[in-house]
C-alpha cells in the first residue's frame, strides 16, 4: 500500500510554454501533498505544501505564480509549471501524507526539460 | 529553524562490510521524527529507517540501524554487510511532531558507493 504515482516521468517542453504535471496516491486519501525540486547530485527542495481544497503554502523564494499548485482531491495533485524558462529544468517530486502520519510516501518523479 | 547537516559528501565500502553515515541536526523541540532515505540511481525516494525522539532505543531494520543521540542531536546510519544494491545517495531527514507542520527537512546527502 502506500503507493504514489507521478505523470509524465519525463516531460520536453519549449521555452514560454506551460507544463503540467500530476501526483497521484493510489490507495489511499492524502490530506497533504508535498512538491519538491531536485538539481543533480543535491538534495531535495521543498517548494511548497498542499492540502485538499485549501491554497497551497509555498517556501520563501518559491514565486506561486510561477509554480501552480491545485490540490482539488483527495488524490491528485497538480504542478504546473508556467512559461517555463531553461533554468526551469529539473527533476520535480512529490510526495503524500495521510491524516496526522508522520511518513511521506515519495512519487517516482519527473524529469522537466526545457528547451 | 530546524536544519539537517551530513558532513560526508561521499562514502565508499566494500561490500559485505559495515559502514556508518553521519547526520546531524539542530532543533528546539523535545519530539520529532528522524528518518533516513536512500534514493537509488532511479531516483526513487526511499524510506529506510525511522526513529522517534521519544523512543530511547535505536531503532533497526533488517541490516540496517541507527545510534541516535538525543542529548549530542545525532542520526547515523549503520549498515551492516553491505550489498552492491545499497549504492545509493542517502538523505538524512527532520520532521516536527504532528501538530506543527508536516514538512521534511533534508540533509544534503551522502553518496555511497559499493565496492565488490
Known amino acids: 500500500g502506500a503507493v504514489v504515482s507521478q505523470h509524465p516521468s519525463r516531460v520536453i517542453c519549449k521555452s514560454g510554454t506551460s507544463v503540467k504535471i500530476e501526483c497521484r496516491s493510489l490507495?489511499?486519501?492524502?490530506?497533504?501533498m508535498f512538491w519538491y525540486r531536485q538539481f543533480p547530485k543535491q538534495s531535495l527542495m521543498l517548494m511548497a505544501t498542499s492540502n485538499e481544497g485549501s491554497k497551497a503554502t509555498y517556501e520563501q523564494g518559491v514565486e506561486k505564480d510561477k509554480f501552480l499548485i491545485n490540490h482539488a482531491s483527495l488524490t491528485l495533485s497538480t504542478l504546473t509549471v508556467t512559461s517555463a524558462h531553461p533554468e526551469d529544468s529539473s527533476f520535480y517530486i512529490c510526495?503524500?501524507?495521510?491524516?496526522?502520519?508522520?511518513?511521506?510516501?515519495f512519487g517516482p518523479g519527473t524529469r522537466l526539460t526545457v528547451t | 529553524a530546524q536544519t539537517v547537516t551530513q558532513s560526508q559528501p561521499e562514502m565508499s565500502v566494500q561490500e559485505a562490510e559495515t559502514v556508518t553515515l553521519s547526520c546531524t541536526y539542530d532543533t528546539s523541540e523535545s519530539d520529532y521524527y528522524l528518518f533516513w532515505y536512500k534514493q537509488p540511481p532511479s531516483r526513487q525516494m526511499i524510506l529506510v529507517i525511522r526513529q522517534e525522539a521519544y523512543k530511547q532505543q535505536n531503532a533497526t531494520e533488517n541490516r540496517f540501524s541507527v545510534n541516535f543521540q538525543k542529548a549530542a542531536k545525532s542520526f547515523s546510519l549503520k549498515i551492516s554487510d553491505s550489498q552492491l544494491g545499497d549504492a545509493a545517495m542517502y538523505f538524512c531527514a527532520y520532521k516536527n511532531p504532528p501538530g506543527a507542520t508536516n514538512k521534511l527537512i533534508f540533509g544534503t546527502g551522502t553518496l555511497l558507493a559499493v565496492q565488490p
Open positions: 510526495s503524500a501524507a495521510r491524516g496526522t502520519s508522520y511518513e511521506q510516501y
Open positions: 490507495d489511499f486519501q492524502a490530506t497533504t
